[in-house]
């Protein structure tokens, strides 16, 4: 048996290390892959490459590393055992090699993972170069969506960048091994340019992820199709057309929207859709999902509850715990009708300031690690870089201008440097300034920003982040 790693993984070397990561985070279907490896961990998984058995592996491991054969077949094991995410491990990723995936492998030399001894260094949690990219090529829209959590006033005053740079931009993706471009904004089809942009991004062999809300028509999803396109994400948020209207402020913009989705999956484009949970539409809901799912072109449907907003907030929107839990039992349901669909509910938001300090510290350093600055950056429509989606323009998050620098340039700037690992010395005021294990927090998995924002405002951007057993109570992030 021959293996190979999987194309939706890819390895790439990282100073002393290498990196495993998904080639497209937003699409996968479980969890997002991501682990740095040790070069000689790199150079061993660069072996399985569809054209070697495992037996012939295991001989080159022994020759290369001066190993017993036992002992090459010892590392292999352990190498293939060590997870990727909370679900998988690295021999997950791995796949028997065949006539039809055998033109899908990337192949590596091993020899660019080889790094002098003395160079190894594992010790950052921070990337060489970014590994993901959100680029929002306008803050726009087509709707008005009641409880958007965008700064979709954001860009008055300021200028879109164009297509140059954005060419240039995606050339440089490319330098840093990224194959997928996420978009978000504002919609993507409310830019002028959008298919030049889309057609840029696709000429350059990068995949896109678009997210939208704008009703499209038969010919624009043959258009679409024509240009390459594969997936979509339609952003829809009930099954009644009127109710849809009054979620997107809009007028006759249901029935179109609902209308788009059948479009695009005849013109054989791929749709993934997200619906944002409110008290308004929990009950139209599950129509909808009962609608996606019998569409065989709607490969993913994702619900998400409603979650504060730092531009458009309303405490109404947060839905109550009886009724999410009736709408997690009606889903269910729903999902049993539908086994082949994945149908992820992203679960209730969760009560930060609940809990004793106990309680709150165990879960605080159980987090996930924030990835914002680590591993990717956003783009925002003037061409200005920050660090997290919902950070938008704060000035404080900015990074540096890609009207005046690299994309390299600008994560090895000081100021993303400085962001990365901040020195306490520059926190003004409360909890954090006198903080004992603020190193910690800060240079490992991290304190959420975008959460500081919203709980503390926008002038506390050096606030804790409200899941700290430090952090004082602030505005909630669930219904009273
Ligand atoms: C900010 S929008 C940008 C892309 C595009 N305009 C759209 O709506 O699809 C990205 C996604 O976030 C969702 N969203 C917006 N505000 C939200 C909020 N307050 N809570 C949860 N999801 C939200 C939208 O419905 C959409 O699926
Ligand atoms: S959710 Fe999307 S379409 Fe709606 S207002 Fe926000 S950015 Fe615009
Ligand atoms: S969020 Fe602030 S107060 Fe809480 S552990 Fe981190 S540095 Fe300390």
Redesign the pocket.
């Known amino acids: 048996m021959k293996l190979h790693l999987s194309p939706k993984v890819k390895l790439r070397p990282d100073g002393g290390r290498a990196i495993l990561f998904s080639v497209n985070s937003t699409e996968t279907d479980g969890e997002e892959v991501f682990r740095f490896l040790y070069p000689q961990q790199a150079i061993i998984l660069a072996l399985f490459d569809g054209t070697k058995k495992i037996g012939d592996i295991k001989k080159l491991v022994s020759f290369l590393f001066n190993l017993t054969d036992e002992g090459a077949a010892e590392q292999i094991e352990a190498l293939l055992a060590l997870p990727v995410n909370s679900n998988d491990v690295i021999g997950s990723c791995l796949q028997e090699t065949d006539d039809a995936n055998a033109h899908l492998i990337r192949p590596y030399d091993p020899g660019m993972f080889v790094v002098p001894a003395d160079e190894i260094d594992m010790r950052d949690v921070r990337c060489k170069t970014p590994i993901r990219i959100l680029i929002?090529p306008t803050m726009q829209?087509?709707?008005n969506?009641i409880?958007?959590?965008?700064d979709t006033g954001g860009m008055q005053g300021r200028k879109q960048f164009g297509l140059d740079l954005f060419k240039r931009l995606l050339r440089e993706l490319k330098e840093c091994a990224i194959e997928t471009v996420d978009?978000?904004?504002?919609?993507?089809f409310?830019r002028a340019d959008a298919f030049k942009l889309l057609e840029a991004t696709l000429n350059e062999g990068l995949y896109p992820t678009?997210?939208?809300?704008?009703p499209l028509t038969r010919e624009v999803a043959d258009r679409l199709v024509s240009m390459g396109l594969k997936t979509i994400?339609?952003?829809i948020?009930a099954f009644t057309p009127d109710l849809i209207d009054k979620l997107m402020q809009l007028n006759g913009y249901g029935r179109k929207i609902l209308d788009s989705i059948d479009y695009l999956g005849e013109a054989g484009i791929k749709v993934r859709t997200?619906?944002?949970?409110t008290p308004l539409n929990i009950h139209d809901v599950p129509a909808l999902v009962a609608f996606l799912a019998e569409r065989p072109f709607v490969f993913k449907i994702n619900i998400?509850?409603?979650?504060?907003?730092l531009y458009?907030?309303d405490d109404a929107?947060f839905v109550g715990k009886d009724a999410l839990q009736e709408f997690e039992e009606n889903l269910n349901k729903i999902k049993t009708s539908y086994p082949q669909k994945i149908i992820t509910f992203s679960g209730a938001n969760p009560d930060y300031y609940a809990g004793s300090e106990k309680e709150k510290s165990k879960l605080y350093n159980e987090r996930s690690l924030c990835t914002a600055n680590r591993r990717g950056v956003v783009v925002l429509p003037d061409g200005q870089v920050t660090v997290c989606?919902e950070l938008y323009f704060h000035p404080d998050f900015i990074i540096g201008d890609l009207n005046k620098n690299s994309l390299m340039e600008i994560w090895n700037s000081s100021k993303a440097l400085e962001l990365a690992y901040p020195s306490q010395e520059s926190v003004p005021d409360g909890p954090c300034k006198n903080c004992p294990d603020y190193r910690q927090c800060h240079d490992y998995l991290g304190r959420c920003y975008r959460e500081a924002l919203k709980a503390y405002g926008y002038e506390k951007p050096h606030w804790p982040d409200p899941r700290c057993s430090r952090a004082p109570k602030g505005r909630s992030f669930v219904a009273c």
């Open positions: 929002l829209c087509a709707t969506c409880y958007c959590y965008a978009f978000s904004g504002g919609d993507f409310c678009i997210p939208t809300k704008m994400q339609i952003s948020d997200n619906t944002v949970l998400t509850c409603y979650g504060r907003s458009r907030h929107l989606e």
